[in-house]
């Protein structure tokens, strides 16, 4: 669904544990790349129905040895488009968990540019546990908490509480589950009053300049203020700080 610039996808198999099957995989893909241009979209918020559980990961059926190697593959590449697509979004992604986050559903989060749990709500990487490591959801982990908090988490298996999350990097807040939903709101509120072509221009160097040198990235990131500032709402927004007005954003690029 989509209203007042916020589209939420919600992942809606509690049957399944909300796995990410390929089927889930391409409509989560779907639903998050439809209509980026539209001016009007300005953050995607990820969540699931009502569960203890938020995902479980991959679908395991879909992993069993009989399917052979070449599906396997095609599992990990899908699931790599989506955690590509949600970074080079040109809106924030939030995900919003009140539950359990486990393996490729643990990826799924620690990908987003930030997450707001409820205080219920736990993390795990348990691969290990079941033969099979895991590999790819460590590598969003281990981008967004110390080393050696994903290495417990990746070795162990044992869930992180989401004050654990917090603490750590892997949440952005942790909320009663009965404030999650105004809390989600407020910061989508906040994004949404924000330029959209400013707010994507620093997406795309935040994770630009993470993977750059500290001198490149200070360098990167000078060039990258002087072309924000020639942008109208770049030039509008200083121009109303000096006039001491609110700004009144185009949401139009050069």
């Not at 399944?16 to 241009?37: K, P, Q």
């Not at 590449?77 to 393996?103: F, S, T, Y």
């Not at 707010?199 to 203020?225: H, L, N, P, S, T």
Request: charged residues 25%; glycine residues 8%; neutral net charge.
């Amino acid at each position: 669904s989509e209203k007042d610039g916020v589209r939420n996808i919600v992942l809606n198999n509690p049957k399944t544990r909300n796995a990410l099957s390929m089927d889930m995989l391409h409509d989560i893909l779907g639903d998050l790349t439809r209509n980026l241009e539209d001016k009007s979209l300005r953050v995607i918020v990820l969540s699931a129905t009502e569960s203890p559980v938020f995902s479980a990961g991959h679908n395991l059926k879909e992993l069993a040895p009989e399917n052979g190697q070449d599906l396997h593959r095609e599992v990990f590449k899908l699931c790599n488009r989506l955690m590509m697509a949600m970074i080079e979004a040109p809106v924030p992604v939030i995900g919003k968990v009140d539950g359990l986050a486990a393996a490729a559903g643990c990826q799924l989060i620690a990908n987003c540019d930030m997450v707001i749990c409820s205080s219920r709500s736990s993390f795990s990487t348990p691969g290990a546990t079941f033969g099979v490591f895991c590999s790819t959801p460590g590598i969003a982990v281990a981008r967004k908490v110390s080393r050696m908090k994903a290495a417990q988490m990746l070795f162990t298996g044992l869930p992180v509480s989401a004050e654990e999350a917090l603490n750590c990097g892997l949440v952005s807040s942790v909320v009663p589950k009965e404030e999650l939903d105004a809390e989600v709101e407020k910061v989508c509120a906040a994004i949404c009053s924000k330029s959209r072509p400013v707010i994507a221009i620093g997406k795309k160097f935040f994770y630009q300049q993470i993977e750059m040198g500290i001198r490149e990235a200070f360098d990167a990131g000078g060039e990258v203020m002087v072309r924000n500032l020639a942008e109208p709402d770049g030039q509008e927004g200083v121009r109303s700080f000096a006039e001491k007005r609110k700004p009144q954003w185009s949401h139009k690029s050069k």
